[in-house]
């Protein structure tokens, strides 16, 4: 296990729950989406953890939980050795400047009536940083350097420029508060291909100069390899396996991962036709309504009659990895 | 496979007239497609694979859109010369359509069983008791639990992807001797998408239908595909069988793309090489070869004179005037 001053974020056992209500006048609570059930990981300095999974399963939810832009219902959020779940005004303020946020949409995150350069020097005015207003103008033009813009283009505005553009933006006005964690929530799924790279290596470029640790949430397992040191893999609101990039992809052992790999097809006829995939059955049932015991049970080509009665828990294997799976207690 | 192509595309150009000026969507794509195979368009967004799938079904709105010229051979019949109603008795029938977006695609104050049995009244004349019969069969096919159940439900009590085998069974009621899948899984989970695209692989081979399949993904393509067409700024750029193209993509584009996608099985701490720039904007097209602005091996020639589609060997074409 690591050193505590090596960790930046410990989440343990975080749960969001919304309500689901009836009724204009009296709302009635008539159920819960558990969109996270008990979700726990580290993630260390200058470290990029993948979280990933399919549409639903919590992976945004998680994210802006730790940001607490959203109500935690049950957990703990330490980051930088501290609890900010329970955080309000001033101190949260602090923190959530040493955390930001890239979206997944370039075009919806930026507000379309800002130049570029207010778009960046926003967070810096928000949180009193970046000293006089010439100041201000001298950081915006070097964050958008830094991003792969050009100085001048600060006095345009989002429409006139590209989505991989866009994407550098929204990037440099995260940047713009020195923050230590980013989150970047599906950074790179509306972009195109031969964009992807451009932005994808931008992280990797600005990771290794600021040292910044990434929490990097994609449904794309091919981008996430690319990226990230460490995977995390949710179904339904929990995590059903954490591992290092090279165990998770060599030797997969929840039969979800397993599941989640052998759908992605490798740009390769010949390797494709010696696979001869088979997908699984099923799609992700709702979050209001869970299955007992396991939550992939129906959907699982091991299922055992324990697994539809009891969840597993995720257990610790030797080799630092984690699996939450009947097959493997560990 | 037989040697006389079911679809012949050649020179297809569809503009659209917008206040910027013209946008050459499609600009001079030729491609054919045999029956029983499983052709691949492949390209970014906006490279102009839903223009041309929409034009040869003849589905642009005109204003804006107009096919300017180029032919569309099906059987032997030039559809872009035949009138609406014939055109409607082919769309539907013998060609059939498959969206990325199965709800906009579905009507949902229609039922599933209505919806599904439709094109057989319609182009078959079948009566609707019978056609609910068949139409039983039909989600049957399409791997829908229950289908005698779930006959009289409506679109929004599916989940995406049972709206999507709900469109496969619409797309196949009439036995099309050839269906375009448009991005048809786009939308849907990892693990529901190679679900559909396996189903609609298996069930075009079953029937013999050959299968127009347009997608931006690479893996997809190399998963299911026999030959593979490459389009750039509304144009085909490469074109052959999909073995050759991965084992040697012959233009620049087409490597740039492989470089740029990262992969499984990819050496890992390998950076990503990515094309530089961006595709150009299509109402004003730079003279010569469209991606000569990004391409590693422009040449001086590359800028003033358009490449044509060439064959590099019988089988496999490229549009470019270098020789690597
Ligand atoms: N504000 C909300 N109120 C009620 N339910 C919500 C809310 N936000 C999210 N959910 C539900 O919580 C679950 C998890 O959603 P979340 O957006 O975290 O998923 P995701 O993994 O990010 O999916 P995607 O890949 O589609 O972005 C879903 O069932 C979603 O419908
Ligand atoms: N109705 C329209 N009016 C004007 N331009 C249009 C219209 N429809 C399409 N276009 C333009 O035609 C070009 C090709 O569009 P098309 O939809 O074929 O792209 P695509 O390859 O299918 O992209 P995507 O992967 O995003 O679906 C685009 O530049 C688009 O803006
Ligand atoms: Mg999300
Ligand atoms: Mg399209």
């Given at each position: 296990?690591?050193?505590?001053?090596?960790?930046?974020?410990?989440?343990?056992?975080?749960?969001?729950?919304?309500?689901?209500?009836q009724?204009?006048?009296?709302?009635k609570?008539?159920?819960?989406?558990?969109?996270?059930?008990?979700?726990?990981?580290?993630l260390?300095?200058?470290?990029?953890?993948?979280?990933?999974?399919?549409?639903?399963?919590?992976?945004s939810?998680?994210?802006?939980?730790?940001?607490r832009?959203?109500?935690?219902?049950e957990?703990r959020?330490?980051?930088?050795?501290?609890?900010?779940?329970?955080?309000?005004?001033r101190?949260?303020?602090?923190?959530?400047?040493?955390?930001?946020?890239?979206?997944?949409?370039?075009?919806?995150?930026?507000?379309?009536?800002?130049?570029?350069?207010?778009?960046?020097?926003?967070?810096?005015?928000?949180?009193?940083?970046?000293g006089?207003?010439?100041?201000?103008?001298?950081?915006?033009?070097?964050?958008?350097?830094?991003?792969?813009?050009?100085?001048?283009?600060?006095?345009?505005?989002p429409?006139?420029?590209?989505?991989?553009?866009?994407?550098?933006?929204?990037?440099?006005?995260?940047?713009?508060v020195?923050?230590?964690?980013?989150?970047?929530?599906?950074?790179?799924?509306?972009?195109?291909?031969?964009?992807?790279?451009?932005?994808?290596?931008?992280?990797?470029?600005?990771?290794?100069?600021?040292?910044?640790?990434?929490?990097?949430?994609?449904?794309?397992?091919?981008?996430?390899?690319?990226?990230?040191?460490r995977?995390?893999?949710?179904?339904?609101g929990?995590?059903?396996?954490?591992a290092?990039?090279?165990?998770?992809?060599?030797?997969?052992?929840?039969?979800?991962?397993q599941?989640?790999?052998g759908?992605?097809p490798?740009?390769?006829?010949?390797?494709?036709?010696?696979?001869?995939?088979?997908?699984?059955?099923?799609?992700?049932?709702?979050?209001?309504?869970?299955?007992?015991?396991?939550?992939?049970?129906?959907r699982?080509?091991?299922?055992?009659?324990?697994?539809?009665?009891?969840?597993?828990?995720?257990?610790?294997m030797?080799?630092?990895?984690?699996?939450?799976?009947?097959?493997?207690?560990? | 496979?037989s040697?006389?192509?079911?679809?012949?595309?050649?020179?297809?150009?569809?503009?659209?007239?917008?206040?910027?000026?013209?946008?050459?969507?499609?600009?001079?794509?030729?491609?054919?497609?045999?029956?029983?195979?499983?052709?691949?368009v492949?390209?970014?967004?906006?490279?102009?694979k839903?223009?041309?799938a929409?034009?040869?079904?003849?589905?642009?709105?005109?204003?804006?859109?107009?096919?300017?010229?180029?032919?569309?051979?099906f059987d032997?019949v030039?559809?872009?010369t035949?009138?609406?109603?014939?055109?409607?008795?082919?769309?539907?029938?013998?060609?059939?359509?498959?969206?990325?977006?199965?709800?906009s695609?579905?009507?949902?104050?229609?039922?599933?069983?209505?919806?599904?049995?439709?094109?057989?009244?319609?182009?078959?004349?079948?009566?609707?008791?019978?056609?609910?019969?068949?139409?039983?069969?039909?989600?049957?096919?399409?791997q829908?639990?229950d289908?005698?159940?779930?006959?009289?439900?409506?679109?929004?009590?599916?989940?995406?992807?049972?709206?999507?085998?709900v469109?496969?069974?619409?797309?196949?009621?009439?036995?099309?001797?050839?269906?375009?899948?448009?991005?048809?899984?786009?939308?849907?989970?990892?693990?529901?998408?190679?679900?559909i695209?396996s189903?609609?692989?298996?069930?075009?081979?079953?029937?013999?239908?050959?299968?127009?399949?347009?997608?931006?993904?690479?893996?997809?393509?190399?998963?299911?595909?026999?030959?593979?067409?490459?389009?750039?700024?509304g144009?085909?750029?490469?074109?052959?069988?999909?073995?050759?193209?991965?084992?040697?993509?012959?233009?620049?584009?087409?490597?740039?793309?492989?470089?740029?996608?990262?992969?499984?099985?990819?050496?890992?701490?390998?950076?990503?090489?990515?094309i530089?720039?961006?595709?150009?904007d299509l109402?004003?097209?730079?003279?010569?070869?469209?991606?000569?602005?990004?391409?590693?091996n422009?040449?001086?020639?590359?800028?003033?004179?358009?490449?044509?589609?060439?064959?590099?060997?019988?089988?496999?074409?490229?549009?470019?005037?270098s020789?690597?």
């Amino acid at each position: 296990m690591s050193e505590p001053t090596d960790t930046i974020l410990q989440v343990e056992n975080l749960k969001v729950h919304f309500p689901v209500t009836q009724g204009i006048v009296i709302k009635k609570e008539v159920g819960r989406v558990r969109a996270v059930d008990g979700v726990s990981f580290t993630l260390k300095r200058g470290e990029t953890l993948g979280l990933v999974g399919e549409s639903g399963c919590g992976k945004s939810t998680t994210g802006l939980a730790i940001l607490r832009m959203l109500p935690v219902t049950e957990g703990r959020i330490l980051f930088e050795d501290e609890d900010i779940a329970p955080m309000e005004g001033r101190q949260l303020r602090a923190m959530r400047r040493r955390m930001q946020m890239v979206y997944q949409d370039p075009y919806g995150s930026l507000n379309p009536r800002m130049t570029v350069d207010d778009i960046v020097s926003e967070p810096l005015e928000v949180h009193g940083l970046g000293g006089t207003k010439a100041e201000r103008r001298e950081k915006v033009s070097a964050l958008l350097e830094l991003v792969g813009l050009r100085r001048d283009m600060g006095s345009r505005y989002p429409h006139e420029f590209s989505g991989g553009q866009r994407q550098r933006i929204g990037i440099a006005r995260a940047l713009a508060v020195e923050p230590a964690l980013v989150i970047c929530d599906e950074p790179v799924s509306a972009l195109d291909v031969s964009i992807q790279a451009q932005v994808v290596n931008l992280f990797e470029e600005l990771q290794e100069r600021l040292g910044l640790s990434y929490l990097f949430i994609a449904h794309d397992l091919a981008v996430v390899r690319q990226i990230s040191d460490r995977i995390a893999v949710m179904y339904l609101g929990r995590i059903v396996e954490i591992a290092t990039r090279d165990a998770l992809y060599r030797e997969p052992l929840h039969p979800y991962t397993q599941a989640l790999l052998g759908a992605i097809p490798i740009p390769d006829p010949e390797i494709e036709k010696a696979r001869d995939f088979q997908p699984i059955v099923g799609e992700v049932p709702s979050a209001m309504r869970p299955p007992e015991g396991c939550r992939f049970h129906p959907r699982c080509p091991h299922a055992m009659a324990k697994c539809k009665v009891e969840l597993p828990p995720l257990v610790e294997m030797a080799d630092g990895r984690a699996v939450a799976c009947h097959l493997h207690p560990g | 496979m037989s040697d006389v192509p079911l679809l012949s595309i050649d020179g297809l150009t569809t503009h659209f007239r917008t206040e910027r000026g013209v946008v050459r969507a499609v600009d001079g794509v030729s491609f054919d497609v045999r029956s029983g195979e499983t052709v691949a368009v492949v390209g970014e967004s906006g490279s102009g694979k839903s223009v041309t799938a929409l034009s040869v079904l003849r589905l642009i709105a005109d204003p804006p859109g107009r096919i300017v010229s180029g032919e569309v051979r099906f059987d032997g019949v030039d559809l872009v010369t035949l009138s609406d109603p014939e055109m409607r008795a082919v769309r539907g029938n013998r060609i059939a359509m498959i969206f990325q977006e199965p709800m906009s695609s579905l009507n949902p104050a229609l039922t599933i069983g209505m919806q599904v049995a439709e094109p057989l009244n319609r182009h078959r004349g079948m009566g609707w008791p019978e056609a609910r019969r068949h139409a039983v069969e039909l989600l049957r096919k399409v791997q829908i639990p229950d289908p005698e159940k779930r006959l009289d439900s409506y679109p929004h009590q599916f989940s995406g992807g049972m709206r999507q085998r709900v469109m496969i069974a619409m797309a196949l009621a009439c036995g099309p001797r050839l269906l375009i899948a448009d991005e048809p899984t786009t939308a849907l989970d990892v693990t529901v998408q190679s679900q559909i695209l396996s189903l609609l692989k298996a069930l075009t081979r079953e029937t013999g239908a050959a299968l127009i399949l347009i997608t931006h993904d690479l893996g997809v393509v190399a998963r299911y595909a026999d030959r593979v067409n490459v389009m750039y700024a509304g144009r085909i750029v490469e074109s052959g069988p999909a073995g050759a193209i991965y084992a040697r993509p012959r233009h620049p584009y087409t490597r740039g793309l492989m470089a740029s996608i990262p992969r499984l099985d990819g050496d890992v701490g390998r950076r990503l090489v990515p094309i530089p720039g961006q595709p150009p904007d299509l109402a004003a097209l730079p003279a010569g070869c469209p991606f000569a602005p990004r391409c590693v091996n422009v040449m001086d020639r590359c800028r003033v004179e358009r490449p044509p589609l060439a064959p590099v060997d019988p089988t496999h074409s490229k549009a470019c005037w270098s020789d690597v």
